[in-house]
Structures are given as structure tokens and as C-alpha cells.
């Protein structure tokens, strides 16, 4: 179940944000806020970053990721809240990883690509992580750079995903509204027989 929360609401589409009230990325209240400290681990900023996006916590998104202008794509949707943001908290810590070597070939979660890691994205700066069981099973593997003492997780992959997710859905919605049209015009009595 844990699963299927973040696959959510990292994949949401615009079709599912229509149904639901959309939530923007919160201030942080002044009495708590703090900067985030830089991740002492890769493994430890994947964790923040996952839960960062999840919970739409933009300070702690920033911190554990590499910089990028289109950050923001990451926090748009629900964030989990209650029991579901209670359950991710909880099994968060045990997500486990494999840090993947160079030439190591994995398959993607949507079987179509495969993913071949260069030597230039490993080494003693910079990790691949592939999540390995719940509950981040079904996620790609992420790289990981170690920046100004701190681990990064470069959130490009991500980005560029969630907005192929938005396009595809945008082609739908045209087709859609286009397909409607035609059947509307289709039904409509035709003035020629008077």
C-alpha cells in the first residue's frame, strides 16, 4: 500500500490533480524553521528527497537536491498527509539501496529502456542509487553527488518524467475535447433536408 501512496503522488497527472485540490509547496513556520542539514549519506538524501516530495517540503527539497530551475515540477500535487505521511515516515528510514557499479545494466520499472551506468557517474563524489524493495520498489534508479559536504540527489530524470507524464496528458485531453467536438457536430440536425 506504502507503494502505491508514493507512486502516486510522485506520478500524478494533471487528470488526477483535476479531482483533487491542488497544493502548493507550504512556507515553512518561522517559529520551526531551520535549513535543512546536508545529507551525510546518499542514501540518506534519497530518503529526504523522496520524503521532501511526498510531503511537499520545498526547504528540505532544495537541501538534499542537486540545483535545477524546474525543482518546482516536484512539488506540485497532494501532499500525503495523516496516517499515509505517518506510514511513509515510519518505513522511510528502512528503504534499502543498491549502489550501482559502472557497466552495471539495469532494466527500467516500465521494461521498455535499460539503463547501461557510465564510469563517469560513479565514484567517491557521486553514487547511482537503485531502490530495493518497499517502498520505493518500482522507482528509477537516481543519481547522487556529494557537494560542499553534503549529498545531492540530481532530480533532472524525475522532472523530465513528470512533465512527459503532463504532455501525454495534454495530447489526451486535446484529442479528447477534438473527438467531442466531431460527435457534437455529428449529432447536431442538419439543415440541408428544409
Same mark, same amino acid.
Given at each position: ?66 540545483? *535545477? ?24 528510514? *528502512? ?100
Amino acid at each position: 500500500m506504502l507503494a502505491l501512496i508514493l507512486l502516486t503522488a510522485m506520478s500524478q497527472s494533471p487528470e488526477t490533480k483535476a479531482k483533487a485540490p491542488e497544493t502548493k509547496a507550504k512556507a515553512p513556520d518561522s517559529k520551526k524553521a531551520t535549513k535543512p542539514a546536508p545529507a551525510a549519506t546518499p542514501e540518506e538524501a534519497f530518503r529526504a528527497f523522496m520524503l521532501a516530495i511526498i510531503t511537499l517540503d520545498e526547504p528540505t527539497l532544495r537541501a538534499v537536491s542537486l540545483p *535545477n530551475d524546474e525543482l518546482g515540477v516536484l512539488l506540485k500535487g497532494q501532499a500525503a498527509t495523516g496516517a499515509a505521511e505517518e506510514m511513509i515516515r515510519a518505513q522511510m528510514p *528502512n528503504q534499502k539501496f543498491r549502489r550501482l557499479k559502472a557497466g552495471d545494466e539495469v532494466k527500467l520499472p516500465a521494461g521498455t529502456r535499460t539503463l547501461i551506468v557510465r564510469p563517469d557517474e560513479v565514484g567517491a563524489d557521486r553514487v547511482f542509487l537503485l531502490p530495493e524493495g518497499p517502498p520505493m520498489a518500482k522507482m528509477y534508479p537516481m543519481g547522487v553527488r556529494k557537494v560542499d559536504g553534503g549529498w545531492r540527489v540530481d532530480a533532472t530524470p524525475l522532472i523530465y518524467s513528470r512533465k512527459a507524464v503532463a504532455r501525454k496528458q495534454a495530447e489526451r485531453e486535446k484529442q479528447q475535447k477534438k473527438d467531442a467536438g466531431k460527435e457534437e457536430k455529428a449529432a447536431m440536425p442538419s439543415a440541408k433536408g428544409k
